[in-house]
């Protein structure tokens, strides 16, 4: 539909690839649903002979009303830094969506679409999804499409004493190490600008979460995590398939010593970017924004933001 256009680049004309992309990922959408646990159980009471059912979306109404006290008064920016992973956002919105809602939590899904030449930056993305969010959101959720909420008992409410790292260590089903602040973490708008932002310095996959600890340490704040949260690694469902979409870790000898350095002057300040168009559009009837967003890179800064 034209609406969904908007996910592309106005110069990309390759539409055959496109419509396949999408036919592809409306197929895995259907399948989700086909595949997910609901009440009716597979054949004989036990698992479908294709291994554990994925989870259906919790129901719930799809737009708050804005009138009910019960929805509280804070309002949810979820930023979700974006690249050609189709299949994983038509599942992700629909789901994420009626995750909040039914949680009573005011929001609002921000697409942060990278249509750029440059290597994925997710940190600087995030910067500009903070930026663009508007000001009737007062916090944020730096959140990964391929990561889903499965218990309902996780908090996404207003983190008011500090960064709330969601997908904490303990309960991340890939990364245990307790500094780990990555996957999915909320913040007050007030205390990401306190950090300045994440730094734009981290092109290709990894390591921006990791400086971006030591930001929220240097900025005086506590992170906090999830407490009594008995499902373990179970808690969310992990969507990536490196055999299908491989990551960028390519480290040229430049980057690689930079790669574990604080960046103590940029963030926020100095991230570059240009909005190339806004798209609001409903994907299975949960609302979204998408985001164009074209990066610039100063390549005597940061050479490895090419893929040369």
């Known amino acids: 539909s034209p609406p969904l256009l908007g996910l592309l680049p106005a ?32 054949p004989g009471g036990g698992q479908s002979p294709g291994g554990p059912r994925q989870p259906c979306p919790p129901q719930a109404p799809l737009q708050p009303a804005e009138e009910e006290p019960s929805w509280g008064p804070h309002r949810l920016a979820l930023l979700v830094p974006f690249r050609e992973r189709f299949e994983e956002l038509l599942a992700f919105v629909p789901y994420m969506h009626r995750f909040l809602s039914k949680k009573r939590i005011r929001h609002h899904i921000f697409v942060l679409n990278q249509v750029d030449h440059f290597r994925f930056n997710r940190a600087s993305l995030i910067n500009v999804g903070f930026l663009e969010s508007g000001n009737d959101t007062d916090y944020i959720a730096m959140h990964d499409v391929d ?31 307790k500094t780990y602040v990555g996957g999915i973490l909320l913040l007050t708008k007030q205390h990401y600008e306190m950090c300045n932002g994440m730094s734009n310095r981290f092109w290709g996959w990894g390591r921006e979460d990791d400086e971006f600890y030591r930001r929220i340490k240097g900025a005086g704040l506590q992170v906090r995590r999830p ?23 390519k480290r040229i000898a430049a980057q690689k010593q930079e790669q574990f ?44 933001c090419t893929f040369g």
Request: proline share 7%; aromatic share 12%.
């Open 11 to 42: 110069r990309f004309s390759v539409f055959p690839l496109f419509f396949l992309a999408l036919l592809l990922g409306f197929a895995s959408l259907l399948w989700l649903q086909l595949s997910c646990s609901g009440e009716a159980a597979a």
């Open 227 to 249: 407490s009594g949260i008995t499902t373990g690694y179970e808690t969310f469902q992990h969507l990536h398939d490196p055999a299908w979409r491989k990551r960028d870790q």
């Open 147 to 177: 990561l889903l909420p499965l218990n309902e008992q996780l908090d996404y409410g207003f983190p008011e004493a500090g960064p709330f790292h969601v997908a904490s260590p303990e309960l991340h089903p890939l990364y245990h190490y």
């Open 261 to 304: 350095k604080v960046d103590r002057e940029g963030g926020l300040n100095n991230v570059r970017y240009r909005i190339e168009s806004r798209t609001a559009l409903s994907v299975a009837g949960a609302p979204c924004t998408v985001l164009n967003i074209l990066l610039d890179c100063d390549t005597s800064e940061t050479p490895w």
